[in-house]
């Protein structure tokens, strides 16, 4: 499946940002979804994940509270929310699909990211 982000930008911290992700395929539903993020300097870290119905979530500890995944299965979409941006939330975000699980080693397929960047 590929993947398209969007959404990202630069905001004050305590700022929000909502993210998405288009993919092409039709089949969208059947995959799990999940953002990922690489800040400089840094290897690539898991945010967030949700299941193919979307009740299923999964969070970082960094981002729990702060952070909210969702998905419209009609627009083949996935969305990241994101509120109480920090400095620390600087990074390129990517979104990913997974066939058979939520565990962020079972994620591939990664879109193009897009630049988030939170000034304090």
């Known amino acids: 499946v590929q993947l398209q982000a969007s959404g990202g930008g630069l905001v004050q911290a305590g700022g929000s940002l909502r993210l998405s992700c288009a993919a092409s395929?039709?089949?969208?539903?059947?995959?799990?979804m999940g953002w990922f993020r690489q800040a400089p300097g840094k290897e690539r870290e898991f945010v967030a994940a949700?299941?193919?119905?979307?009740?299923?979530?999964n969070y970082a500890d960094s981002v729990k509270g702060r952070f909210t995944i969702s998905r419209d299965n009609a627009k083949n979409t996935v969305y990241l929310q994101m509120d109480s941006l920090k400095p620390e939330d600087t990074a390129v975000y990517y979104c990913a699909s997974s066939r058979y699980g939520m565990d962020p080693s079972d994620f591939g397929s990664w879109g193009q990211g897009t630049q988030v960047t939170v000034s304090s």
């Open positions: 395929d039709r089949t969208f539903s059947i995959y799990r």
């Open positions: 949700i299941s193919r119905s979307g009740v299923g979530r």
